[in-house]
C-alpha cells in the first residue's frame, strides 16, 4: 500500500512516494488496496480494501471496503469509523472522479460524490485461504453506483444511496443498499477493480473494467452521458487482440497481463487523453506506472 504524487505533464512526469514505498516522505501506516482517490478542496479520500484483514492469516481483498481521509495531500490518513461488506454484494469500489478537486461535475448531478462497486460473484469468496479463488473477474459482470452528499463522505454509511433503477419518466431511483439494482451489467464479467472518470468535452462519463479473465489485456471502456447510463462501447478487447497487443512504433517485449486501465482527468486535452495502466508483472512486466496518449474519435 502506497500512495504517491505524480508531478508534470504527459510527456514529462515523475513520481514522488508519499505516504509509504520506496524512499517515501512518510511511512505508510496501515496495509490494503486501493483503486479509487479523489480530491474534494483540497482533500484526498480513498476506498480502501484489505490486505490481511484481522485475525487472518491469508489476503482478502474481498472481505470488506473502507474510507481513508487525508487532510494533507496523503501525508497521513485516517480511516472511517465505519465499512461496507462483501456479504453485502459489494466488493472493490472506485469513485467517478471529474476535473481538479472534483470540479466541472454537471449542474443534474447534484452535490454528489459518486462510486461504483463489484459485484461479487459469491458474496462470501475469498481471495486465498481455504476456498480462495484469487482475484477474477465476477461472472456474471455487475456494477453497483451510489451516491453521497460530498459533506457526508467520511460521516456514515447510512448517507449513501444507491441506484435503484428509473422511474416512470425514465429518472434514475435512488434507494438504500437493499434496494439497490444494477448501473451496468456485462454478460462477460467485471473485473475485480475498474475506473470511473468525467470527460469534460464530450460531457461523457468512461467507465473501464476487465471481461471473461483476469490479466490478459481483456479490457472493455465504455460510455455513457451520465453515471447511470445508458452505455455504449467505446472500445472492447477480445481474445484476438487484447489490449497492447498491437503497439505502433513499439517492438519491445510484451507481457499480455494488463488488468487495469484510467484516463487521468488532469490529462485530458480538448479530445485527447492520457491512458495510464497497470500489468500483473509482480514488479516488472508492466508492474508500474505505464501511460500512452490518443485521440478520441466521435462517430
Known amino acids: 500500500m502506497g500512495f504517491a504524487r505524480i508531478e508534470g505533464d504527459p510527456k514529462n512526469y515523475r513520481g514522488i512516494n508519499v505516504w509509504g514505498g520506496f524512499q517515501a516522505e512518510n511511512p505508510a501506516t496501515f496495509h490494503g488496496k486501493s483503486w479509487a482517490t479523489i480530491s474534494i478542496d483540497g482533500e484526498l479520500f480513498m476506498w480502501v480494501v484489505p490486505d490481511k484483514p484481522k485475525g487472518k492469516k491469508y489476503r482478502n481483498h474481498y472481505e470488506y471496503i473502507e474510507l481513508a481521509h487525508s487532510t494533507d495531500k496523503g501525508a497521513s490518513w485516517t480511516k472511517a469509523d465505519w465499512r461496507f461488506e462483501e456479504g453485502e454484494r459489494l466488493t472493490i469500489p472506485t469513485f467517478l472522479n471529474f476535473g481538479k478537486d472534483n470540479s466541472g461535475v454537471p449542474s443534474g448531478y447534484g452535490d454528489y460524490v459518486y462510486s461504483y462497486f463489484v459485484a461479487p460473484q459469491d458474496p462470501e469468496m475469498e481471495q486465498q485461504g481455504p476456498n480462495g479463488v484469487e482475484l477474477i473477474v465476477h461472472q456474471p459482470g455487475v456494477l453497483y453506483l451510489a451516491r453521497v452528499q460530498t459533506s457526508k463522505l467520511m460521516i456514515s454509511r447510512d448517507g449513501y444511496e444507491f441506484f435503484a433503477g428509473?422511474?416512470?419518466?425514465?429518472?434514475?431511483?435512488?434507494?438504500?443498499?437493499?434496494?439497490?439494482?444494477?448501473?451496468?451489467?456485462?454478460?462477460?464479467?467485471?473485473?475485480?477493480?475498474?475506473?470511473?472518470?468525467?470527460?469534460?468535452?464530450?460531457?461523457?462519463?468512461?467507465?473501464?473494467?476487465?471481461?471473461?479473465?483476469?490479466?490478459?489485456?481483456?479490457?472493455?471502456?465504455?460510455?455513457?452521458?451520465?453515471?447511470?447510463?445508458?452505455?455504449t462501447t467505446v472500445e472492447y478487447y477480445e481474445t484476438s487482440s487484447p489490449f497492447g497487443a498491437v503497439r505502433a512504433g513499439s517492438e519491445l517485449p510484451w507481457k499480455q497481463n494488463i488488468f487495469f486501465v484510467a484516463f487521468p482527468t488532469k490529462w485530458f486535452d480538448e479530445d485527447r487523453f492520457t491512458l495510464n495502466f497497470t500489468g500483473a508483472g509482480r514488479g516488472k512486466d508492466n508492474d508500474s506506472f505505464n501511460t500512452i496518449e490518443g485521440r478520441f474519435l466521435v462517430k
Open 166 to 231: 428509473f422511474d416512470k419518466k425514465g429518472e434514475p431511483r435512488w434507494g438504500s443498499l437493499t434496494e439497490k439494482q444494477p448501473v451496468f451489467e456485462d454478460a462477460n464479467g467485471a473485473g475485480w477493480c475498474l475506473s470511473a472518470s468525467y470527460h469534460p468535452t464530450l460531457q461523457r462519463v468512461l467507465l473501464a473494467t476487465q471481461h471473461e479473465r483476469n490479466r490478459s489485456g481483456l479490457i472493455g471502456i465504455f460510455d455513457a452521458p451520465t453515471p447511470w447510463g445508458p452505455w
